[in-house]
């Protein structure tokens, strides 16, 4: 019997290789001569890159600014000429030592990491883009590979989004020559606009510390960087489907990068194998922290299942908790799902234990199995 375990982080608990792990220990406790195949899974968000390191890419460390200006390890997955890029690696809000910065928060540093994988060789990048503290539009990340971004004095800009509202030339002669011949994919689920309610201030900006007079600032801000971008390219992108995510990073891809938009988790799948390793399976087993209404837009577990459903593979889910009917769990393709809340009805308790309760589960996923209910 073949398993594939293709399950997302349980965030705040448990790495995407941690909860294969320990549905692994499980697994070959209750079959012990069962063939596990573990494909840790990511969103494009926080997760991307070590799901890439996990099927096999190179790491390559780079330290570059964090989104406060502090130095960041962090490092960008390798595999030939092709590199994959995690933005909340270098600019995301696992990087906040301290208080939430809305206003100035950065995204230089995803430019840096951009910069770096280009000066290794690599021709055509993968971006993830989620997870991010930044509110900046991606000028930040324009700035880390190049590009100049003025006041009306000629003075460099400060970081963060507030200070784009004096942002009055854009220089992008070193960027473009940095890109020429480089092919940047931006990988992400977010299909908000840059502005309005929709936009990436009045959406993510709150979740990011952002105070209701903080969004207005950065609204206007952002809307005066779209106008100097949009003058200086000849095209606006600040409409365009994606150009909301990551704080408007998604904004700088592309219309600044000439980035080409794919869904997060369907590019995640491609890039770590999973058709290949689950066209044979018997069974997968995919999960996150949370299966809830979220994970019906474009979350990892939804593309897994889809996935399965084109290769005609059974997958069944665990989680957490969920907030979901059978109904629609059923109808988004999961054969089954179990939530470690069946267990343990505690969240702090379910957290804590998450690895041992998961072992727990297997025995029910192979009973279930085993009694014929998860087949199709």
Known sequence: MKIVIASDKFKGSLTAAEVAEALSVGLRRAIPDVEIVRVPVADGGDGVLAAALEAGYELCPVTVEGPTGEPVDTAFARRDDFALVELADASGLLRLTGAPAPLTTSTIGTGQLLAAAIGAGCRDIVLGVGGSCSTDGGAGLAVGLGALILDSSGNPLPPGGAALAESATLDLSQLRERLDDVRITLASDVDNPLL?????????????????????????????????????????????????????????????????????????????????????????????????????????????????????????????????????????????????????????????????????????????????????
């Open 196 to 376: 309005g309610p929709s936009g990436a201030a009045a959406v993510y900006g709150p979740q990011k510390g952002a105070a209701p007079d903080d969004v207005a600032v950065l609204e206007e801000a952002l809307a005066r960087w779209a106008d100097l971008v949009a003058d200086t390219t000849g095209h606006d992108f600040r409409d365009a489907p994606g150009s909301g995510a990551a704080g408007g990073a998604g904004f700088a891809a592309l219309a600044l990068l000439d980035a080409d938009m794919r869904p997060g988790v369907e590019t995640v799948l491609e890039l770590v194998g999973f058709e290949a390793a689950a066209a044979d399976a018997d069974l997968v087993i995919t999960g996150e922290g949370s299966l809830d209404e979220q994970t019906l837009h474009g979350k990892a577990p939804v593309g897994v299942a889809a996935a399965c459903r084109r290769l005609g593979v059974p997958v069944v889910a665990v989680c957490g908790r969920t907030t979901l009917s059978p109904e629609v769990l059923e109808g988004a393709g999961f054969a089954k799902v179990w939530p470690l809340t069946a267990l343990e009805p505690d969240p702090a308790l379910c957290i804590a234990n998450a690895a041992a309760l998961l072992g727990l589960l297997t025995g029910e996923i192979v009973h279930a199995w085993a009694g014929d209910s998860c087949r199709r």
